[in-house]
């Protein structure tokens, strides 16, 4: 298990066809995996720091324990768990937003929220950019270009 203390990770997990696919996206104060935070599961993907990142590695064995000694660690647990679900709740909210390039605007207030000034098209490719806010890669693209002339 691992925190992330700064920076920022994406999730990656590579389709049978050998395309990667970013499954998530982390941003400091997370523990992953999150599927594991209560009991111990296999890894369904990848980490890659997509910037400077200091990540802490939590040992499995000393996290449940402290789990079965201190009850009050679960709502330590719980509240994760929330945080992360809200975020995801926010992605919903603006994958449900009509205009492409409404998303990509969210998606990139959202981003320089925890990169600052860094621009999300020099961290994550086109192609990871068109996934997450689901749109295809080309109108990501055209959508980048017409804003930078």
Excluded at 71 to 86: G, I, M, N, S
Excluded at 100 to 121: C, H, K, M, N, T
């Amino acid at each position: 298990m691992f925190r992330l203390r700064s920076g920022m990770l994406k999730i990656v997990r590579v389709h049978e066809d050998g395309n990667p696919l970013i499954m998530n996206i982390i941003v400091p104060g997370e523990t992953i995996p999150h599927h594991s935070l209560i009991s111990p599961g296999p890894y369904h993907g990848t980490a890659v720091a997509i910037v400077t990142s200091e990540i802490e590695p939590i040992p499995c064995e000393e996290w449940y324990s402290e789990l079965e000694r201190n009850p009050e660690k679960y709502r330590e647990v719980a509240l994760l768990l929330q945080d992360k679900l809200r975020m995801m709740q926010q992605r919903m909210d603006h994958l449900t937003t009509i205009s492409p390039s409404e998303r990509l605007r969210l998606f990139q207030e959202w981003f320089a929220r925890y990169i600052g000034d860094i621009p999300v098209s020099e961290v994550l490719t086109q192609e990871e950019i068109g996934h997450w806010i689901g749109i295809r890669r080309e109108t990501v693209n055209r959508m980048l270009r017409s804003h930078s002339l």
